[in-house]
């Protein structure tokens, strides 16, 4: 069992930053493959980027792809995502989630058994 705790979010204008950061505790953080996904009002849940237990491969969605960075630290306990250059279309709830099944980035929601509570990220134009 892992307990994840998204922060980071906030408001900030098109054109700029916010790192996210999702914090686990319980179980060995190393052992859980990570994921950030985002849900906008009134639209489906989108999956943004992915990483594996050691931090080796990342697996991101063309729609963030070279905006958007994820990265691990897993003597933090860390899971991080940096996100530049964003749009209003960005908007949205970003949750992290965890994987312990096997060490691979699923890009649906169904490959993950935990999530944290989400962290609001609203960009002005």
């Known amino acids: 069992q892992v307990h994840l705790v998204e922060s980071g979010g906030g408001l900030v204008q098109a054109g700029g930053s916010l790192r996210l950061s999702c914090a686990a505790s319980?179980?060995?953080?190393?052992?859980?493959?990570m994921a950030w996904f985002r849900q906008a009002p009134g639209k489906e849940r989108e999956f943004l980027a992915g990483?594996?237990?050691?931090?080796?491969?990342?697996y991101y969605a063309d729609s963030v792809k070279g905006r958007f960075t994820i990265s691990r630290d897993n003597g933090e306990n860390t899971v991080y995502l940096r996100t530049n250059s964003l749009k209003p279309e960005d908007t949205a709830i970003y949750y992290c989630?965890?994987?312990?099944?096997?060490?691979?980035?699923?890009?649906?929601?169904?490959?993950?058994?935990?999530w944290g509570q989400g962290t609001q990220v609203t960009v002005s134009s």
């Open positions: 990483i594996s237990r050691s931090g080796s491969s990342t």
């Open positions: 319980g179980r060995t953080f190393s052992v859980y493959a």
């Open positions: 989630a965890a994987d312990d099944v096997d060490d691979v980035v699923h890009v649906t929601g169904t490959g993950y058994d935990f």
